[in-house]
């Protein structure tokens, strides 16, 4: 689209209410285009891409910022609209004096800067996860983090192949391709409206990270199971699980929010899954749970986190996280993993999953919970991803990064109660 000039105060209004960090970023972007209806939806998406790209890079274009003409927020605003729409684009719409500060900033070499600044991380973050990585794949890993997360779509295998999607998306114009490794995914270019078309609404797909089906590859559901997906929120694993089930045994998908489970009820018609019973739940104690004790065989605990992992998509929570809000999640975690180990029955299978990079969410939880309930053995998930023929390197445990599988950060253990 071409750029007008009034997008730049718009961008620099919404980026100084974002900036203020009283909320999520993506609610607090909603907020102002109901307020603005007048915005189109390529403005929107200008408005919107120009804001997270700041977020992902605020310590880089804070320190940009500092020098220059006019006010810091309003150079802010001008280095996320360089980066989404390209400074000749902003050109006619700056003063003479900041189309020259901004051509002094595009020749400055990103590395020349100090690491710090350059890793755009927290100085916690940087410190959790300089005891996994060193300097160099951290440097790797923050960059990666720095840009914004390709779409991933899953074709439902009740519907539609993955080669049926695929066609489908290139009759419409969309280019996509296959998922390295999550044997239904599909990479689009871009980011197209999917809603409209026929196979979305069909049911032939949904979108969800390759990470996140990945996850589901490791509960491994087997036809005629009972299973339940324990934090479900809107459903996508549900989906996930309830499709690799071929729609038989009895899938439950329990939250604690109404809102998100209403979400999933458009989808689950779309989907042609007849196994699915989703249920409210007041907490991990509700007593709904407590009845399917010892009788369930697969259960997913994807656990309330930090979300750091997701940080291309919501790159204000390394802004919004700290070192105090992780250790108030720390026991939730245990907490809810510890019910959810009550359904299991002999035999079964508990994974523990987040979608955070940091060990105090994921390998700490796991190895307090095997501590303490010493029914539970560890499953390695390099010998589950061989079960199920997926080519993927892992060790006991699965992590995914976006510099080393370009996903999403995910964490998952597989639990056996031993019989």
């Given amino acids: 689209m071409r750029l007008h000039g009034f997008l730049i105060g718009q961008t620099e209004t919404l980026l100084a209410e974002v900036l203020r960090l009283n909320g999520p970023a993506d609610a607090t972007t909603s907020r102002f285009f109901r307020a603005h209806p007048k915005l189109g939806h390529a403005e929107r998406g200008v408005i919107a891409e120009a804001v997270f790209a700041v977020l992902r890079r605020r310590m880089e274009f804070a320190h940009l910022a500092e020098s220059g003409t006019g006010s810091p927020a309003r150079r802010m605003a001008l280095l996320g609209l360089m980066q989404t729409v390209g400074r000749s684009a902003l050109k006619p719409f700056v003063s003479e004096a900041e189309a020259t500060w901004l051509e002094h900033v595009s020749k400055i070499d990103p590395e020349s800067l100090p690491l710090r600044i350059r890793l755009n991380l927290p100085d916690w973050i940087c410190h959790a996860l300089s005891t996994r990585f ?187 996280q700290s070192p105090g809000s992780i250790a108030e999640l720390a026991p939730k975690q245990a907490s809810i993993l510890a019910s959810a180990a009550r359904l299991v029955k002999k035999g079964g299978r508990l994974v523990y999953a987040t979608c955070s990079i940091l060990d105090a969410e994921n390998e700490a939880v796991v190895q307090q919970f095997l501590a303490d309930h010493t029914d539970f053995a560890l499953v390695p998930v390099r010998d589950v991803l061989a079960e199920q023929r997926i080519e993927l390197e892992m060790g006991d445990y699965l992590s995914l990064w976006p510099h080393r599988h370009a996903t999403d950060g995910f964490f998952a253990a597989v639990l056996e109660r031993q019989s």
Avoid at 289 to 310: E, N, Y
């Fill in 134 to 320: 060193e300097g160099p794949e951290l440097a790797q890993l923050a960059a990666a983090l720095n840009y914004p997360a390709p779409l991933d779509l899953r074709a439902n295998p009740i519907k539609a192949s993955r080669d049926d999607v695929l066609g489908a998306l290139s009759k419409a114009g969309i280019e996509a391709g296959a998922t390295p490794f999550a044997p239904l995914g599909v990479r689009v270019v871009g980011k197209p409206a999917l809603t409209k078309l026929d196979a979305f609404q069909q049911g032939w797909l949904e979108v969800q990270d390759e990470g996140s089906q990945l996850l589901c590859s490791l509960v491994a559901p087997r036809r005629g199971e009972m299973i339940v997906d324990f934090c479900a929120g809107a459903g996508g694993k549900t989906l996930a699980l309830g499709a690799a089930m071929r729609s038989t045994g009895r899938l439950y998908a329990f939250d604690i929010s109404e809102r998100r489970l209403a979400k999933l009820k458009p989808r689950l018609a779309r989907s042609g899954l007849s196994n699915v019973n989703p249920v409210l739940i007041d907490s991990e104690h509700d007593a709904k749970i407590k009845r399917l004790a010892g009788k369930i065989d697969r259960v997913l605990v994807d656990a309330p986190c930090s979300g750091l992992g997701t940080l291309r998509r919501n790159p204000d929570l390394k802004w919004r």
